[in-house]
T-cell receptor, first 116, second 113 residues
Framework: GAVVSQHPSWVICKSGTSVKIECRSL??????MFWYRQFPKQSLMLMAT?????????EQGVEKDKFLINHASLTLSTLTVTSAHPEDSSFYIC????????????FGSGTRLTVV | GEDVEQSLFLSVREGDSSVINCTYT??????LYWYKQEPGAGLQLLTY?????DMKQDQRLTVLLNKKDKHLSLRIADTQTGDSAIYFC?????????????FGIGTKLQVIP
């Protein structure tokens, strides 16, 4: 089945630094990928939709300059948390769907970001 | 907009059946998914059903859909300790080109040995 690889699994960074998270579709092409954020004991909140070759679509309340998304190829989307602060600490998850075969959305294993 | 609701917690004994419930609001045709999330991990797709179906069975999992009441349930037969996790119900409407996934808050299933 469709596999989405997310890297890194966890990262600790200092306040003010930037962190890049990668999301790859391993065995299918994804023109669209999605980035979610999950706070402890809460559901997933869609942050943005990443579109290959064009600008990402951000949900209301999500700062596009803080969460930079790049979808340069059909198998890779990146989320960069710029000038990270402790309140950015969260669990970030990406997902994609193999539109060629249909089926559900496949999720990456998630990235635990801790900003100290 | 769409809204998906789930109960927060369910506790069952090992070997019993678990039933996790979900209600949704979108009235158009839609896909309904069940995902499992273990601690610190991403979401694992368990199964999904289209809104023109009533039931889908896959091994120990049975999904029932009541379209009139917009009620979805996931039944896990012979629940095992490895089934302990958070289960998310999700809805994806088929109308329109932008398929936004709406998740429920998640039901934490605790399996007691």
């Amino acid at each position: 089945g469709a596999v989405v690889s997310q890297h890194p699994s966890w990262v600790i960074c200092k306040s003010g630094t930037s962190v890049k998270i990668e999301c790859r579709s391993l065995d299918f092409q994804a023109t669209t990928m999605f980035w979610y954020r999950q706070f402890p004991k809460q559901s997933l909140m869609l942050m943005a939709t990443s579109n290959e070759g064009s600008k990402a679509t951000y949900e209301q309340g999500v700062e596009k300059d803080k969460f930079l998304i790049n979808h340069a190829s059909l198998t890779l989307s990146t989320l960069t948390v710029t000038s990270a602060h402790p309140e950015d600490s969260s669990f970030y998850i990406c997902s994609a769907r193999d539109s060629a075969t249909g089926g559900g959305y496949t999720f990456g294993s998630g990235t635990r970001l801790t900003v100290v | 907009g769409e809204d998906v609701e789930q109960s927060l917690f369910l506790s069952v004994r090992e070997g019993d059946s678990s039933v996790i419930n979900c209600t949704y609001t979108d009235s158009s045709s839609t896909y309904l998914y069940w995902y499992k999330q273990e601690p610190g991990a991403g979401l694992q797709l368990l199964t999904y059903i289209f809104s023109n179906m009533d039931m889908k069975q896959d091994q120990r999992l049975t999904v029932l859909l009541n379209k009139k009441d917009k009620h979805l349930s996931l039944r896990i037969a012979d629940t095992q300790t490895g089934d302990s996790a958070i289960y998310f119900c999700a809805e994806i409407p088929t109308a329109g080109g932008y398929q936004k996934v709406t998740f429920g808050i998640g039901t934490k299933l605790q399996v007691i040995p």
